[in-house]
């Protein structure tokens, strides 16, 4: 019967055997160590592991970045390399594994990790870099052995023993199984799910918190009780509180600032923002349309090129749109267009500057001739770990501002049905009948289409009994409104 036996005590035992030369001790403790080389094939292997713990380590971090930016997870089980770890990419650098450390001697290796180097720093992104202070946050690796053609036979993490040598005990062999469970989780979850203590949240990162936040405020709307009686009483002292907190807002903007008016609007808009959920409402909506405009061409390049929509409904970006990938620079929402005030919002597709046309592809760009071809634009909030939480497309309403009617939520369910299909059928798709326009001017279509568009989606209750009181409250607090108004605008002038 064989004894489970460490890799520190088979190199011992080997390092005291007489019989054996230097090579012929290396061969039989590569042989042995393939039977016990440890696999992790599940997400709590790898918390009882230990590796990338406790924090300051940067170990699970950097495994979440090799899972879902460095490679493809096929779904015949193999594994493809997005960068060429032969060229540096990354940091990525030759291992020798000599003293021998994994089982087979005659393959290439590549390990990345080192976050010493100044031009490893630049490389890796700064959720993996942001705990670095030293050895003791700088001592996990991952190593990979991988071909000519990028496919990637076989992924280990390791941590160092000293400042030169890795430790063969914690040393593991990471299953392809694990590798997709990592990839279905943000970075956040998989975080929380390795923590041992509550102590480590102290070691997370405020901006962490952003995509619980986002998953919040996806819980549904509240729908109101259905109610089988109701009160003249409640009834008239809902509307007028509602009809009396809104004149408010419209007279004491009035009396105030411009720019005062356009924030109160905003955040009275934030509640009626508008959503696209389908091709059929993408193609009313008027996004786009007509060409020159790039608008439509715009989102499929997003979709298909700059976003990865994952199997959880989150969608993750596979660029930097802090760092300007693709012409993506910080957009201010000042002033306030989007509902959220204080998030890091970043716009694509301005395809003035030199710089852009270079970055982005040719079928967004052939149609640029001038202003009218370049009002579309793309607005998304993406955190620092590149995980996007909501997606906006809007128009200029001229060279500085943007339309807030013309601006429009994209959801996760429209994108994936982009994703679907090739550009032609996509642009092919959403085209308008040309013939209506030779009966309705375009900004009647445009009003039309607006007004359709905000009718409110809160359906209120079925009540089974109506009292004439209730009209006549609701007559009176309409008239109490028009009131205000009226001596609102007089004090103005």
Known sequence: MLLPLSASTLQEICTKAPVCNHFEKTQDLRKVMVYSMKRLSTLSALKKSGFGQPSPRHGLRLIWWFV??????????????????ANGDFGFHRFHNYPPLLPRLHVPYYEVGNLKPIETLKKLPDYVRESYKGYESN????????????????????????????????????????????????????????????????????????????????????????????SCDDLSCCALAFI???????????????????????????????????????????????????????????????????????ISARCAPANGDFGFHRFHNYPPLLPRLHVPYYEVGNLKPIETLKKLPDYVRESYKGYESNCDRIIVSCDSWKMVDVVY?????????????????????????????????????????????????????????????????????????????????????????????????????
């Open 68 to 85: 879902h930016e460095c490679v493809h997870l096929e779904n015949n089980g193999q594994i493809s390399a997005r960068c060429a770890p």
């Open 139 to 230: 001592c996990d690796r991952i190593i990979v052995s991988c071909d000519s053609w990028k496919m990637v036979d076989v992924v280990y993490v390791t941590k160092h023993s000293d400042h030169t040598n890795f430790d063969p005990n914690q040393t593991y062999e990471i299953t392809t199984e694990l590798l997709r469970e990592i990839k279905r989780i943000n970075l956040h979850t998989f975080l929380s799910s390795m923590r041992n203590d509550l102590t480590v949240y102290n070691f997370v990162p405020q901006n962490a918190l952003t995509t619980v936040r986002f998953q919040c405020e996806q819980i549904p709307q509240f729908q109101p009780p259905q109610y089988h009686q109701s």
């Open 244 to 314: 009396f907190l809104m004149a408010i807002l419209f007279v004491g903007s009035i009396l105030t600032t411009g720019d005062s008016l356009t924030q109160d609007l905003r955040k009275v808009m934030v509640y009626s923002m508008k959503r696209l959920s389908t091709l059929s409402a993408l193609k009313k909506s008027g996004f786009g349309q007509p060409s020159p405009r790039h608008g439509l061409r715009l989102i499929w390049w997003f979709v298909h090129e700059c976003v990865h929509l994952e199997n959880n409904g989150q």
């Open 393 to 493: 497309v809007t128009k200029h309403s001229d060279h500085t501002n943007f339309d807030p009617n013309q601006t429009y939520e994209i959801t996760t369910e429209l994108l994936r049905e982009i994703k679907r299909i090739n550009l032609h059928t996509f642009l092919s798709s959403m085209r308008n009948d040309l013939t209506v326009y030779n009966f309705v001017p375009q900004n009647a279509l445009t009003t039309v289409r607006f007004q359709c568009e905000q009718i409110p989606q809160f359906q209120p209750p079925q009540y089974h009994q109506s009292s004439c009181d209730d009209l006549s409250c609701c007559a009176l607090a309409f008239i109490f409104l028009m009131a205000i108004l009226f001596v609102g605008f007089v004090f103005s002038k």
